[in-house]
């Protein structure tokens, strides 16, 4: 099979780029290591930045998302029994989009199937082959036979543990980590929201987050060993430890049920550069990941998209290939401003093991500050709501 430009992944980032090439007129094949089930099946974060809605609308998917998204114009950030409000309108004049990344892939394999454009389901063992070339290629299995696919780029939107970034080679990579000693446990329940907007903790017992998918779903999350068996945190446990966690006034109102779902989640800080090589452009979190703290994961995978998707456009439109030299720079750019947003938040907010009366008493005069001072609001909320593209 020949194509213009050979997706490897179909989660958001590869089906966000697959849609807006196609648009664009420009041929791409997805190949996907699992069932579409699966990948719709895997729960995440649920807050777009403006710029990503206005993507996913010129993307062609904006309907279900103003229908049925929730546009959020700031939140609430909470430090024991108290807390403020960041009003995100007001400092930026802007605000977010609160829509789960499951219904966004949902909605991109919807527009995929309505274009007929090729997703390839369950193809095993992809590699991505000469890349330093003019003719890169991708083999893989699919039914126990070899397959290949010939393209002009190879573009890896397979994930954090995709076969993309490992196909560049060692002395060319450079990464750069920080691992956070705790996880997220976060729970799905069928219960109406404990409030209308977002409510941060920071708590002597560990951070705590209330957010929300819809009128009668709520994501909830408390920070927790990440070696804690699950099994230990049965519902009773989670809401109990919630109730401690957030101010006593919205514990009194909160409604709780049972899990739908539950599941706990490591913390990590991580880039790959560069996020070009030769023929192969690395998008979301093949080349980055972010600690959840703030959301940033899945709109840094669309800011990737973006870039991409024009640089692509105006090589085989125009012949130009200015925008796929500056690929990486201007991608890596955007990437460590909500690095830096992401680890500056969770520093905030979280309690660490080691952590002293002195670190204590520096993030509770952070929060202090940050409620009485416009000027740091505005600081958090422009990089909440999105850094420029
Ligand atoms: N071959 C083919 N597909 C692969 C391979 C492989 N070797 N390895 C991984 N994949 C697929 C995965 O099955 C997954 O569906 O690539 C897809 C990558 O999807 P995501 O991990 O969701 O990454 P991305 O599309 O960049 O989305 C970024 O997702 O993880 C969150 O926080 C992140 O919200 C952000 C968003
Ligand atoms: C979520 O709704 O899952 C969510 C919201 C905000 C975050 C992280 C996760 O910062």
């Not at 929730?70 to 977010?96: C, E, I, M, S």
């Not at 609160?98 to 892939?105: A, D, H, M, P, R």
């Not at 987050?209 to 927790?224: D, G, K």
């Not at 409604?255 to 090589?277: C, F, H, N, Q």
Request: glycine share 8%; charged share 25%; net charge negative.
């Amino acid at each position: 099979m020949r194509t213009q430009v050979c997706i490897i992944g179909g989660g958001p980032s590869g089906l966000l780029l697959s849609q807006l090439l196609h648009k664009a007129g420009i041929d791409t094949v997805v190949l996907e290591r699992r069932t579409r089930d699966y990948v719709l099946s895997r729960i995440r974060a649920g807050v777009l930045e403006w710029g990503s809605v206005e993507l996913l609308r010129d993307a062609g998917i904006g309907p279900r998302m103003d229908a049925e998204g929730f546009p959020h114009t700031g939140t609430y950030l909470a430090l024991q029994n108290r807390g403020f409000r960041v009003d995100f309108h007001k400092t930026t004049g802007k605000q977010v989009m609160v829509y789960g990344q499951t219904e966004v892939t949902s909605d991109l394999y919807k527009a995929r199937d309505a274009m007929d454009g090729i997703v390839i389901h369950e193809a095993e063992g992809v590699t991505p082959r000469a890349l330093d070339s003019t003719a890169p290629y991708v083999t893989y299995h699919k039914d126990g036979t070899e397959r290949r696919v010939d393209c002009d780029f190879v573009i890896g939107c397979d994930g954090y543990h995709g076969v993309s970034r490992r196909s560049m080679p060692a002395n060319v990579l450079k990464e750069y980590e920080r691992v956070y000693p705790f996880g997220w446990l976060g729970i799905l329940s069928e219960t109406p929201p404990v409030d209308h907007e977002l409510i941060y903790a920071n708590h002597s017992r560990g951070f705590a987050l209330c957010s929300m998918r819809n009128a009668n779903l709520s994501r909830y999350y408390v920070q927790a060993p990440v070696d804690d068996p699950i099994e230990k945190w049965t519902d009773d446990a989670f809401w109990d430890e919630l109730k401690r966690r957030i101010p006593e006034e919205a514990a009194d109102r909160l409604v709780t049920g049972p899990s739908i779902e539950k599941s706990l989640a490591p913390l990590r800080s991580y880039v790959a550069e560069p996020m070009r090589w030769g023929r192969l452009l690395l998008c979301g979190d093949a080349a980055h990941i972010v600690p959840p703290t703030g959301a940033k994961g899945l709109n840094l995978a669309i800011g990737d998209v973006k870039y991409a998707a024009d640089a692509l456009v105006a090589h085989f439109r125009h012949g130009d290939d200015s925008g796929l030299e500056q690929y990486s720079q201007k991608a890596l750019a955007r990437v460590w401003g909500a690095i830096r947003f992401s680890w500056w938040f969770t520093t905030l907010m979280h309690r660490f093991p080691e952590q002293s009366d002195f670190d204590q008493r520096i993030q509770e005069t952070e929060l202090e500050q940050l409620e009485a001072s416009v000027a740091a609001q505005t600081v958090m909320a422009e990089n909440y709501v999105g850094l420029p593209y």
